[in-house]
C-alpha cells in the first residue's frame, strides 16, 4: 500500500473545484489498488479549508500555513512541498493543472527525481506507475503516456473529473514551516489583479467569449450584455488580449488557458486551432461569425452566419424573454 | 547583459498529420523555431540592444536542427551552440539535464527558455533546469526589463499578473504574448551564415547514463474524437438570433 497525495490549489479566498476533481479520481483509483490518499493545503491560512476537503476522503491533511503562501511565489512553495513530500513519501503527488502549478511542476521533479505528466485529460494507475493521456499538437491529437518510477507527479487539466464526496474524519497534521529572506529568492513586487470580481474562466459554467470582430467599444458592451444575461464569464482570443482590448488574463487557447464549460459562444473569433486548442472540450459551442467560411463553423453545435452586430441584439433579446 | 536562450526546433502544427499504427507521421517534415522561443530571443535581443551584451541560442537536436539555430542568429543572435544528437527525440527531464550540463561552466545573467514546446504543450524544461542549476527563476513571462542588475518579470499567473525581481543570473521562460518576434531581414540572413556555430556531440557532455533515460514514453498517438459540426444558420439574423437562442433552451437545456 502507498500513499497518494494531492495538492489542494486555493485561489480568491476558496478551493479551486478542479483539484477536488483530482481528489475525488485519486480517491477511487486508491480504493480499486488498495493505497491511501492523503491531501496537502498550503496556504497563509491552510487550515481553514480542511473542513471541506475532509468531504472527499482522504486519509490524511497536511497544513502548511504562513503568510508568505498569500501571493504565489515558486521558492517557499517549493520548500513546502518538499517537507511534506519528506513526510508523506507518496509515490505519486497529483496536482490541478493552474499557473502556479505550472511554475512548479517541472523544478519539484527535478529536486525530487521523479517522473512528471503535465496537462493530462485522464490518467490511471498501473502497476509501476500511470498510464495518461495528453493532448498535443495544439490539441488535435491525444498522446498516450506512461511515467514509471519511485515517484511520480502529475498535473490534470479542470474539467477531466466529476466531483464525488465521501466524508472523512481525516486527521489533520500540521507542518512547522518558516522562511527567511535568503528562502525567498525573488521579490514580489506587485500584483496587479485583473478587474474586480470576474468569473474564474476554468470553472465557468457558460462563458462568451470576444474575437477581434468584436473589438471595437459597441461590440465590447454587446458582450457584456451577452455575458450579463447568461451570467457568464468573458473570454477573448489573442487577438483581443494582444490589442490590449480584453485583460491577458481572459485569453483562452494554448497560450492562455484551458475551459470547459457547459456553454461556449465564440463571437467574431475565426478558430485558429491555437484557440481550439482551449475551448473544444466544451459541452455546447456557438459560433457568430460573418464569414461562412470560418473554421469556428467546423466545431460549432450551433452557428449563425452574420454580423454580430446585426445578431448579438435579438439574441440577447431573445435571452433575456427565456431568463424572465 | 548575457543572455543564452534555450531554443528547440519543433514539428508545424500546422502541417497536416496523420496517425499510422499509432505513430505520428506529417506529410512533410516542416519544422519550426518553437514560437514561445522566437519570443524569448527577440526580448533578449530587445534588452542587450538597450542595455549592451550578447545573445547566444543553445539547442539540442539532430544535424537538420541547424535550420532553426539559424533562424534565430537571422534575427539577430550573435552566436549558437548545437549540442547534437541522433534522431531521436527525449522528455523534458532529459534535455533539462542536457542542458544542465551543458551550462555548468558557463557565465551568463539570464537564461531564457520558452514557457512550453508547441507540439507537446510539456511547460517543464525550464524550471527544471533551474532547479539542476540553483537558479532564481519565473515562468510564464509576459514581459521584461532589467534595472539595478535585476531581471524585472511580469508573470501571468492565476491571481492576475505578478510583478518579480529576480537578481542576476537567473532563469525566465516566456510567453509569446510577450512581443511578436522580428521576420529576419536580407541582410540578417547573410549575416546569419558567418555567425559563430559550435557543434558539441552529444557524447562529450559526459552526461551520467541515468540523467539520459527518460521516465516517461509517449506509447503511441489517436485521433481525437472528431467535433461533428451542427447546425448552421444563415438568414434574416432577426429571426436566426431568436432561433438559436430558443433552441439553446429547449434542445440543449443550456441557458
Ligand atoms: C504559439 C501560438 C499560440 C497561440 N495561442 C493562442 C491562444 O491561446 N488563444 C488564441 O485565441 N489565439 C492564440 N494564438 C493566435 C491564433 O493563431 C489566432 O491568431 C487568434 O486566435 C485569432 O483571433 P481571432 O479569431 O479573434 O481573430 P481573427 O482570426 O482575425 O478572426 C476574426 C473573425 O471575426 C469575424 N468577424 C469580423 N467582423 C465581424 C462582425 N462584424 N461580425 C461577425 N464576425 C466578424 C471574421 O470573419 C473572423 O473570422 C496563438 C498563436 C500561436 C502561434
Ligand atoms: N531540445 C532542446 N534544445 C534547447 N532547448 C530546449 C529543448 N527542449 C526544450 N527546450 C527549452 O524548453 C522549453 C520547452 O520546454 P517543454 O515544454 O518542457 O518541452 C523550450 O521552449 C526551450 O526553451
Do not use: W
Not at chain 1, 506512461?146 to 500540521?174: C, H, K, N, P, W
Amino acid at each position: 500500500m502507498s500513499t497518494l497525495l494531492t495538492h489542494i490549489a486555493i485561489s480568491d479566498g476558496k478551493i479551486k473545484r478542479s483539484s477536488l476533481e483530482v481528489l475525488s479520481h485519486l480517491r477511487r483509483q486508491a480504493e480499486q489498488h488498495g493505497h491511501q490518499v492523503e491531501a496537502v493545503i498550503i496556504d497563509a491560512e491552510a487550515s481553514r479549508y480542511t473542513g471541506q476537503v475532509q468531504q472527499y476522503g482522504p486519509s490524511k491533511i497536511y497544513t502548511v500555513e504562513n503568510p508568505v503562501f498569500k501571493n504565489h511565489l515558486n521558492a517557499p512553495l517549493l520548500k513546502a512541498l518538499e517537507k511534506v513530500i519528506e513526510q508523506a513519501d507518496p509515490s505519486l503527488v497529483a496536482f490541478a493543472s493552474t499557473e502556479s502549478t505550472k511554475d512548479i511542476l517541472g523544478a519539484l521533479a527535478a529536486r525530487e527525481e521523479a517522473a512528471v505528466l503535465s496537462d493530462v485529460s485522464t490518467f490511471e494507475l498501473t502497476e509501476e506507475g500511470i498510464r495518461a493521456t495528453r493532448p498535443v499538437m495544439a490539441a488535435k491529437i491525444l498522446s498516450e503516456n506512461e511515467a514509471r518510477g519511485d515517484m511520480i507527479l502529475v498535473s490534470v487539466r479542470s474539467g477531466s473529473y466529476d466531483l464525488e464526496e465521501q466524508a472523512s474524519d481525516a486527521e489533520v497534521i500540521e507542518i512547522d514551516f518558516s522562511v527567511d529572506d535568503q528562502d525567498l529568492r525573488a521579490t514580489l513586487e506587485e500584483i496587479i489583479s485583473s478587474s474586480g470580481d470576474t468569473i474564474d474562466l476554468s470553472e465557468a459554467e457558460t462563458i462568451v467569449a470576444a474575437g477581434r470582430g468584436a473589438k471595437d467599444e459597441k461590440g465590447q458592451q454587446l458582450i457584456s450584455e451577452l455575458a450579463d444575461v447568461l451570467n457568464a464569464g468573458v473570454g477573448a482570443s489573442r487577438a483581443l488580449t494582444e490589442a490590449g482590448v480584453m485583460d491577458p488574463s481572459l485569453q483562452i487557447g494554448q497560450t492562455g488557458k484551458v475551459v470547459s464549460p457547459q456553454l461556449y459562444i465564440a463571437v467574431g473569433i475565426s478558430g485558429a486551432i491555437q484557440h481550439v486548442a482551449g475551448m473544444a472540450s466544451s459541452k455546447v459551442i456557438v459560433a457568430i461569425n460573418k464569414d461562412p467560411d470560418a473554421p469556428i463553423f467546423d466545431i460549432a453545435d450551433y452557428g449563425i452566419v452574420g454580423d454580430l452586430y446585426d445578431v448579438l441584439p435579438p439574441f440577447i433579446d431573445e435571452l433575456k424573454k427565456i431568463a424572465s | 547583459m548575457k543572455f543564452y536562450v534555450c531554443i528547440k526546433q519543433v514539428p508545424d502544427i500546422d502541417a497536416p498529420i496523420q496517425i499510422k499504427n499509432g505513430n505520428l507521421i506529417q506529410d512533410t517534415d516542416r519544422t519550426v523555431l518553437n514560437a514561445y522561443d522566437a519570443s524569448a530571443v527577440e526580448e533578449a535581443l530587445v534588452l542587450t540592444e538597450k542595455h549592451g551584451g550578447e545573445v547566444e541560442v543553445v539547442l539540442i537536436g539532430p544535424n537538420q536542427a541547424k535550420e532553426t539555430i539559424r533562424k534565430a542568429l537571422a534575427m539577430g543572435a550573435h552566436k549558437a551552440t548545437h549540442i547534437e544528437t541522433r534522431e531521436e527525440s527525449y522528455d523534458s527531464s532529459v534535455y533539462a539535464s542536457i542542458l544542465a550540463s551543458f551550462f555548468e561552466d558557463k557565465d551568463y545573467d539570464v537564461i531564457s527558455c520558452g514557457k512550453q514546446s508547441q507540439d507537446t504543450d510539456a511547460g517543464l524544461t525550464g524550471s527544471m533546469l533551474a532547479e539542476h542549476l540553483d537558479l532564481p527563476y519565473s515562468t510564464n513571462a509576459v514581459a521584461l526589463s532589467a534595472q539595478n542588475g535585476q531581471l524585472r518579470v511580469k508573470r501571468q499567473g492565476d491571481a492576475g499578473q505578478e510583478l518579480i525581481a529576480l537578481p542576476l543570473p537567473c532563469l525566465v521562460s516566456c510567453s509569446n504574448d510577450m512581443n511578436e518576434p522580428r521576420i529576419p531581414s536580407l541582410k540578417g540572413i547573410m549575416q546569419s551564415k558567418r555567425k559563430p556555430m559550435e557543434t558539441i556531440a552529444l557524447d562529450a557532455l559526459e552526461i551520467d547514463e541515468s540523467a539520459l533515460e527518460a521516465k516517461t514514453a509517449v506509447t503511441g498517438y489517436r485521433e481525437k474524437p472528431k467535433r461533428e459540426a451542427g447546425q448552421k444558420f444563415e438568414g434574416e439574423p432577426e429571426e436566426t438570433a431568436r432561433q438559436v437562442a430558443r433552441l439553446l433552451d429547449e434542445e440543449a437545456n443550456v441557458v
